[in-house]
């Protein structure tokens, strides 16, 4: 079956723009979770989504926000983006919320100039 | 969610077992160990993970103290595509089960031909 989609894989974007990232899950998967990876603060919590409605936030400041939609699809957004942004963002999806085991996607690889 | 310690780095030879250790003295008492790794440039893979009880499946082995402050990983015959960074990760299951998981810095694997 296919695994986690995540699009694009790769993005460049300039300061003060912002950006939307995809993330399909595994079919009949219905929480979504999200993760950012820098090399000095490695991989962080974003926040994750269960049934459309968002059950947990990391300590990300509000110019980052997400949302999943009807199909479990979900979206993240970065408003006005900085330097530190570059990253690498990770999806991963589960059948439920507390899963054993999740998979993630191959991310997102944002670079901010 | 109980802190992990984990060696920075590991070295070990083609076709040997690999043994990863990870420190968790803070566990409680409903906390499961878990294990990923990540292959550089892909999103973390899950392994494995356990509770009380030793732990085998198709990719590795999960043994945990008997008090449960310590556990090792253990990859039978490593192989060349194991060189990847290994996290271990305390993650409890409460009601409101959430995805969240809090990764340390991992354990940089690099197996030698």
């Known amino acids: 079956k296919a695994g986690v989609t995540q699009t694009p894989r790769y993005l460049i974007k300039t300061r003060g723009q912002q950006v939307t990232l995809s993330c399909s899950p595994i079919s009949g998967h219905r929480s979504v979770s999200w993760y950012q990876q820098t090399p000095g603060q490695g991989l962080q919590f974003l926040f994750e989504y269960f049934s459309e409605t968002q059950r947990n936030k990391g300590n990300f400041p509000g110019r980052f926000s997400g949302r999943q939609f009807s199909n479990s699809r979900s979206e993240m957004n970065v408003s006005t983006l900085e330097l530190g942004d570059s990253a690498l963002y990770l999806c991963a999806s589960s059948l439920r919320a507390g899963d054993h085991g999740y998979t993630f996607g191959s991310g997102t690889r944002l670079t901010v100039v | 969610d109980a802190k992990t310690t984990q060696p920075p780095s590991m070295d070990c030879a083609e076709g040997r077992a690999a043994n990863l250790p990870c420190n968790h003295s803070t566990i409680s008492g409903n906390e499961y160990v878990y294990w990923y790794r990540q292959i550089h440039s892909q999103g973390p893979q899950y392994i494995i993970h356990g509770l009380k009880n030793n732990e085998t499946n198709e990719m590795a082995s999960l043994i945990i103290t008997e008090d449960r402050k310590s556990s090792t990983l253990i990859l039978p015959h490593a192989t060349l595509r194991d060189t990847a960074v290994y996290y271990c990760?305390?993650?409890?299951?409460?009601?409101?089960?959430?995805?969240?998981?809090?990764f340390g810095t991992g354990t940089l694997l690099a197996v030698q031909p």
């Open positions: 990760i305390v993650r409890g299951i409460y009601g409101g089960a959430t995805n969240k998981l809090i």
